[in-house]
């Protein structure tokens, strides 16, 4: 008889470890196969703790990718977990139907967090695609117009309305165009749509937005939705006029201005709360999810109380605000306050960044290093002139990285920018140890 898959230990449980290869057996006959995996090899995740993972044949690793932009305070912080027991002892899950103190005292946090604290509203759900899901019945439902501007290289989840305003045709499965939604010109300064070069540009990018509305819309629209910084994009990084001269131009043409800030918020782009405040824009919602519980399932959109109102009920989310997810985001916000993260996400950024600008004198395959705080991408090519993405060579090196033992992600429209994102409690020194091992990734691929 095959021994239970849980064994008593004081009261408590473990997991019987399973073999690496049965887990990759299971995993390649029995997840969709839509269900990617980094690396020719899968790796397979033994444990991690704070800034480092373990794979299952015990290499040891720099987690510069978190899970996606997802373990904002480092892997199993000791602070959060206690929060999250805590409340797993008090009750676990009741849904939306019943008022509970997590969920209410999180609301309220969010909306004095929020700019201004303008956006006195949450809805909670599961995940950034059901935030921006939510964010668009919004919308339409305050405006009563059903167009919704969108960004090209964007991505916004993977439910059909989301697929749909997702500007990224990998991205984007069959049948999930919809009608009512289209595609400005994002700002991706190092390959122009329009062949120019910022500032002399005069922002044709931003201004094209008008052009827009009135030929391809019925002239007013129910809003606009962006990502302060492009995730899955490639980390394109607009310039700091670039949402101020969007966002007059919707608002004119009756659209409010949605921040899909699904992995901008939470001080990620360093010295803010929120990716949005880095532009100078005051957006009427606010979307996030990931490194708000650092790993724990949830999604918020949050908004202005004239236009929550507009969403007509009933409503529930039967997962949303969940207690032990909301312990946990709460738990998340108070270390970073205490922690002073917003400032070391600007500082440990700024370090990290000129640590990349030095890589690139180094190594000519990099085209252009940017983004923000510790959000920062690394676009490769194949001749800097030409700027022909170099796709097969990220993958290579992102294969070499992990011979190093650091982590990093990859993304954008051509496969070829490295996402560089460690957790907001990074130190200067884990920081000079992953451009040494980053290094030599470059130089041995």
């Not at 390649?28 to 993972?53: C, G, I, N």
Request: overall charge neutral; proline content about 6%.
């Amino acid at each position: 008889m095959a021994p239970p898959l849980y064994a008593p230990v004081d009261r408590c449980y473990y997991i019987h470890t399973v073999p690496k290869h049965e887990i990759l057996l299971a995993d390649r006959e029995f997840l969709f196969p839509s269900v990617f995996h980094y690396y020719a090899e899968p790796l397979v995740v033994e444990r991690a703790k704070d800034q480092y993972l373990w794979d299952s044949d015990g290499k040891q690793y720099l987690d510069f990718f978190g899970g996606i932009l997802t373990i904002s305070v480092g892997h199993c912080n000791e602070y959060v977990n206690g929060r999250v027991k805590q409340q797993m002892d008090r009750y676990g899950h009741v849904s939306t139907v019943y008022a509970t103190e997590p969920m209410a005292m999180l609301a309220k946090r969010l909306a004095h967090l929020s700019p201004e604290g303008a956006l006195t509203r949450t809805m909670f759900t599961n995940s950034g695609t059901e935030a921006n899901e939510t964010a668009i019945v919004a919308a339409r439902c305050y405006t009563g117009s059903t167009d919704i501007i969108a960004l090209r290289h964007a991505y916004h989840g993977r439910s059909n309305l989301a697929m749909a305003v997702t500007g990224h045709a990998p991205w984007r499965a069959v049948g999930a165009p919809q009608p009512g939604i289209v595609f400005a010109h994002n700002a991706y300064c190092y390959r122009c749509p329009f062949g120019l070069k910022n500032p002399e540009c005069g922002f044709r990018c931003a201004t094209d937005v008008e052009e827009l509305i009135r030929t391809t819309t019925p002239g007013r629209v129910a809003g606009f939705i962006a990502e302060p910084i492009q995730g899955v994009g490639g980390f394109i990084t607009p310039p700091k006029e670039y949402f101020g001269i969007v966002a007059e131009i919707v608002r004119k043409y009756g659209g409010i201005i949605i921040s899909d800030e699904v992995q901008t918020a939470w001080g990620r782009t360093g010295g803010k709360w929120w990716g949005m405040e880095q532009y100078g824009v005051k957006p009427d919602v606010i979307t996030s999810a990931k490194g708000l519980a650092n790993g724990m399932p949830v999604g918020i959109t949050m908004a202005r109380d004239e236009i929550a109102k507009a969403v007509p009920p009933p409503t529930i989310s039967t997962f949303g605000g969940n207690p032990i997810t909301a312990a946990a985001a709460q738990a998340v916000l108070d270390f970073i306050e205490k922690k002073n993260l917003l400032e070391n996400a600007a500082d440990a950024g700024a370090h990290l960044r000129a640590g990349l600008n030095g890589l690139a004198e180094k190594h000519q395959i990099i085209g252009e290093v940017r983004g923000m705080g510790l959000m920062l991408g690394i676009e490769l090519v194949k001749d800097r002139t030409s700027k022909e993405p170099a796709a097969q060579e990220t993958n290579r090196i992102l294969e070499a990285s992990r011979r190093e033992g650091i982590l990093i992600g990859k993304g954008g429209l051509y496969n070829n920018t490295l996402r560089v994102t460690p957790p907001l409690n990074i130190s200067k020194t884990d920081i000079d140890e992953f451009l040494v091992r980053l290094d030599r990734a470059f130089t041995s691929y």
